[in-house]
């Protein structure tokens, strides 16, 4: 028989028992409800956070989370504009990742799919567009993680991007939207890796693609080819008070880039642009028309403390002006057109530039030289010769308004044209005129020829000055045709 004290034993032992089997019971419960829970509490997480970085609605689907292959999965997930209409979706996002590697401070994600995203884009004003405050928010400090994406891939990607300051307004779409990209790390001693981007952009097919990745310091190798681009895409990325954008024409391109550990970047392009039309602010109809232009930019160098332009050469070849401001529309072609500048740069300390141009403008030649050109701050010592120009093409740069207007007559002249940040911009003027006829309303001015010349001319605060003119002619006749005989 048990003594009492081996009897209290033994319960004490069984009671133990039983207290460990209810405690694990309840520890497996509470992981397998946290376990069904988790993917509830991923998917608020993630909604909370987008939502936060974005200062719009959010809504996701379902996440799924596999803690044994360490997998996550976003279904469904839409970001709300303010207009109410998806700002972007994702169909499913699915990343794989390493476990072991994450408890050590490495994010290695194995594989990674984004499937069908959309981006809608919205131009509301010349510089205002519905992500605007996205891209004005500062960028976070990082996770402080390294990064390894062995294998990622986007596939069926699309962009919308609607202009609507233009009447009517335009929409673009990038279609097909695939990247792929691997082997790419933060890890300075990891293997370069190689991304891959292929879409259609407004039915034109574009390639991108890039080796020698790495992410810190960022650094790559870029090659990118386009193929009947919509020019008018470009009007998006000019300034807002440009004097003319594109409203037709296409584009074929072909770049590279390359950037490397210092943050300095080196670009190259060749691009061919055909049937160009560009318009201005209250011209109806194109304001300059180019069946061909080839622009060609050699050795462009960015780097944090400037921007240095080994060569840029335009060939315009025939050019057509129209303005339709005028009565009757006045047009000038210009032929030859020809455009080449070597050395810029910003660095004062570098040697100063040169360019030059040339064409042959309803049937006058037109040159240029431009010597000591600088471009931080701007300054610049220019020469422009014009020789049997129609004098009518002074009205492409006269106020609409003016109560004198030019109607025939050739001009010969020198301009001479220097600028700097102390005296801003000067001119030089000195012209031959011939067969001149002036117009305004009730008189008609003609001289069969006169010598303009024209020094210090000054621009600033609003006001032009002269410091010096001089007009000479032999005979000058003024008629007024309010008279009656």
Do not use: K
């Amino acid at each position: 028989m048990l003594s009492a004290r081996g009897s209290r034993i033994i319960v004490s032992r069984r009671r133990a028992v039983r207290l460990a089997v209810i405690a694990a019971v309840a520890l497996v419960a509470l992981a397998v409800s946290g376990f069904l829970a988790l993917p509830g509490i991923a998917r608020r997480v993630v909604v909370w956070r987008v939502a936060a970085a974005t200062g719009r609605a959010v809504t996701l689907a379902r996440v799924d989370v596999g803690l044994r292959d360490g997998r996550v999965a976003l279904h469904g997930l839409r970001v709300l504009d303010r207009d109410q209409r998806p700002l972007a979706t994702v169909a499913r996002l699915e990343l794989r990742l390493s476990v072991r590697d994450l408890l050590r401070g490495h994010l290695r994600l194995t594989g990674g799919t984004l499937e069908a995203p959309t981006l809608r884009i919205v131009r509301t004003g010349p510089s205002a567009f519905n992500v605007s405050d996205l891209l004005a928010r500062e960028g976070g400090g990082g996770t402080g993680l390294a990064l390894s994406l062995e294998r990622f891939a986007l596939v069926g990607g699309a962009v919308e991007i609607e202009d609507r300051t233009l009447t009517p307004p335009r929409t673009w779409r990038v279609e097909a939207l695939t990247l792929e990209a691997r082997g790419v790390s933060t890890l300075p001693a990891a293997p370069p890796g190689v991304v891959t981007v292929s879409a259609v952009v407004a039915g034109a097919p574009v390639s991108l693609w890039v080796t020698d990745v790495g992410l810190r310091p960022l650094r790559f190798r870029a090659t990118a080819i386009a193929r009947q681009v919509d020019a008018s895409l470009l009007g998006l990325y000019l300034p807002p008070a440009s004097p003319a954008s594109p409203s037709r024409g296409v584009i074929d391109a072909s770049g590279t880039i390359e950037r490397d550990a210092s943050g300095g970047t080196r670009i190259a392009l060749d691009a061919n642009l055909a049937g160009v039309e560009l318009q201005r602010p209250g011209q109806h109809g194109a304001y300059l028309t180019a069946p061909s232009v080839r622009v060609r930019v050699d050795d462009l160098r960015i780097r944090p403390g400037g921007v240095a332009l080994g060569r840029l050469a335009v060939d315009g070849g025939t050019l057509v002006l129209e303005d339709a401001r005028l009565t009757p529309v006045r047009r000038w072609r210009a032929d030859g057109v020809a455009l080449e500048a070597r050395d810029l740069s910003s660095a004062r300390e570098g040697p100063a530039g040169v360019a030059t141009a040339r064409a042959v403008v309803a049937g006058s030649p037109v040159s240029v030289w431009v010597s000591d050109l600088r471009l931080a701050p701007l300054e610049v010592h220019a020469l422009a010769v014009l020789r049997d120009v129609d004098v009518t093409l002074l009205r492409l740069y006269l106020p609409p308004d003016l109560p004198v207007r030019p109607e025939r007559g050739v001009v010969n002249a020198s301009v001479r044209v220097a600028h700097d940040a102390r005296r801003g911009t000067r001119l030089a003027v000195d012209a031959g005129l011939s067969g001149l006829e002036l117009r305004r309303p009730a008189h008609v001015v003609t001289a069969p020829a006169l010598r303009v010349t024209a020094e210090d001319i000054a621009f600033g605060a609003g006001a032009v000055t002269v410091g010096r003119a001089a007009v000479r002619g032999d005979r000058l006749v003024i008629e007024d045709r309010t008279l009656t005989p």
